[in-house]
Each structure stands twice: as structure tokens, then as C-alpha cells.
């Protein structure tokens, strides 16, 4: 099994970071060829340009996307790390995606319609939020999230989104409480990839 | 009338361009003062970095958000003009929000909950897709654009988003119908802004 990991957060000691050592011991654990990309750590560019786009049209991919598009050709599971910025990602993880996730890679379109390219792969999204559940649940803020990610981003390309868990309240939480969460992460990489 | 229009398209040739200039000379003519921030042309850097909180949490803001600050402070009514990418905003305008809608600018926390300080102030939100509508609206992907951006992020800060108005399919259609769209927006803001 290879797993990537794409982690987009600004804090090496935040809890993001946490999860992303959770999820690289776990998957090591379990026999898993594990990658990271730390997206801040790698100072990832994540701005699409006017230039990228014409790269793209003459089939000459810039090099630090290719490398990207690499390490995802490779993985069976993307993992996604990323706390939530205003009902959405942080512009880090955002504009990886609008620049690596590109036409002719990612998807492409035909005659009847858009075409995910990146059928097989599955994802699992862990995504943390700083407001806590049941006021996130009241205004219905989840759902969208999940569409634009699972629906509108991973499906369109194909990739079969498993788990999008949400660790809600974040700072407002016991240090108890964060590392229960962690241990239900644990159990959730556990039971998705069980010992054969 | 204080009108700031905050443009995020990597393209001076694109539709986006056309609609941000099509506001700019009606705002114009209707009186308004018209100031605009082209992200791409300014070259922001959208990365919120660990350092940018140690900096609000200091009081100490940085230059370039300050200047944004300045702007929005000023502004009556806000213009966002961006395309749709992957059922969300560019990263260019994601990290604008990230950065400039700053904890202490834009919203405090409270004993009561979070509030909106910019009270008062009013969005008019221009997005234009690719995808014509009946396949967005077939998926139900437009509301939770609406969402993610008119309540999770604009009403959060206090804003009170009067239109998002999205323009669908732009690359699939006629010449004719994207000029119908301009006009359509020049109806827009005349019956937004009334003459007096």
C-alpha cells in the first residue's frame, strides 16, 4: 500500500501536525510505503499563474507540478491534512490543488462530458475546525465543505473519497479530549487497512 | 459611495477582466468612488504564515494586510470578481480572506460568541464558472459556494452579501451571451445603485 499524505498547516506544533505523525506512524505500522508533503515546509508555490496555464495547453507541465503529479500517480490513498479556514481550506492546500489537479492530468474533458483520470485512487480527508460541532451542524456549515471536497474536487477527477472525518472544536477542547481523538484516528486508519 | 471591487483572475484577457471593468466604468458613472484591488497584478502573497498570528496576537499587523485593512475599512460596499475553481475561489483570493480578514479586524470572540466587526457593510459577489448551470445545479454545487462564502465567511465578519451572482459556462457560450452578461450586470448595479 502507498500512502501520500498532503499536509497543509502553518504550525509544526499544532494539532494538524499531530495528526499527520499519527497517520505516518500508524500507516508505517501497518506495512504502508508512506509520503509527505508538508506544503508549507516545502514552501509550495500555490499560485496559478496565466503561464501555467499555457504550459499545460503545450503539454509542458512545470517541473514542480510534475513532481507533485508524480507522488500522486504513485499512491493508492491520498490523505488530506488541513484545518479549517473560513468553511474551506487554507489558500496552501487550495492552490495546490488548482495547480496540480490539472486538465490532461487530473481530469480531462470529452464529448460526453468531464472525465476523472484518477479512477482508483481512494482519499480520506481530516479536516479540523476551531468552531466546535453543534454550532458548525446549526448554521449546516459541514455539508458544504464536504461537497465542494468529496463531490466537486476528488469525485471530478475520480478519486473515491473513503472517510472525511472532521475533529470539530479543536482549541476549545482538553488536552484529553484531543488525545482521544487521535486514538479514534488510530482506529480508524486500523480498520480501513486491516492486517491481511 | 465607497466602492471596493477585490478581483482575483491571473488573465487581463478573461471574462472576469471584462466584468471588473464593466463595474468599474458603471460605478463610475454612477458617482461612486471606485478603488480596485487586482490580486494577481499586485502580486499579493496569500500564504497565512505561522508568523501572522504571533503578529495579530501582538497587535502588530503586518504592512501589506494593514494596507488591505485600510481598504475594506474605507470601502461601502465590497466587490468580489473570481472565477470558480474546483467549486471554490482561487487560492490568490482564499489567502486574501485568510490573511486580511484578521481575528481582531474583520471578527472578535466574545463571551456571548464570535462577532462581525465590519457591521455596515455590504458584498456584491461576481463568480463566474466554466460549467454551464444545469450541470452545477444537477450536482447541487452552487449553494454551498453560497455558503461557504456569504455566510460562513461575509455574515460571519458582519457583511451582508445584497447578490452573488454567477455567471455560468462562460467557455461554452456565445460572444453574444457573455455580452448579454455584462449588460445584465450593468442592470445589476444601476438597480443596486439608484440614482438619487
Chains 1, 2 share one sequence.
Not at 46 to 64: G, K, R, S, V
Not at 169 to 174: H, L, N, R, T
Request: charged share 20%; proline share 5%; net charge negative.
Amino acid at each position: 500500500m502507498k500512502s501520500l499524505i498532503i499536509y497543509a498547516h502553518p504550525n509544526t506544533k499544532s494539532f494538524n501536525a499531530a495528526i499527520k505523525e499519527t497517520l505516518v506512524n500508524e500507516l508505517t505500522i501497518l506495512g504502508h510505503e508512506v509520503r509527505v508533503r508538508d506544503l508549507y515546509e516545502m514552501d509550495f508555490n500555490p499560485i496559478l499563474h496565466a503561464d501555467d496555464f499555457t504550459q499545460f495547453f503545450q503539454n509542458q507541465i512545470p517541473e514542480d507540478i510534475k513532481n507533485e503529479q508524480n507522488h500522486i500517480e504513485w499512491a493508492d490513498t491520498l490523505f488530506f491534512v488541513y484545518p479549517t479556514w473560513w468553511i474551506n481550506m487554507p489558500a496552501m492546500l487550495k492552490g495546490y490543488i488548482d495547480r496540480v489537479f490539472s486538465n490532461g492530468f487530473a481530469f480531462r474533458y470529452t464529448e460526453q462530458g468531464a472525465e476523472g483520470l484518477l479512477k482508483g485512487k481512494k482519499a480520506i480527508v481530516i479536516q479540523t475546525t476551531g468552531t466546535p460541532e453543534h454550532i458548525l451542524s446549526a448554521s449546516n456549515l459541514i455539508s458544504p465543505m464536504e461537497i465542494a471536497m468529496d463531490i466537486g474536487t476528488l469525485a471530478f477527477c475520480g478519486i473515491d473519497t473513503i472517510e472525511h472525518r472532521f475533529f470539530t472544536g479543536v482549541p476549545v477542547i482538553s488536552n484529553e479530549e484531543r488525545q482521544s481523538m487521535l486514538e479514534e484516528l488510530k482506529h480508524l486508519v486500523k480498520n480501513r487497512f486491516p492486517a491481511s
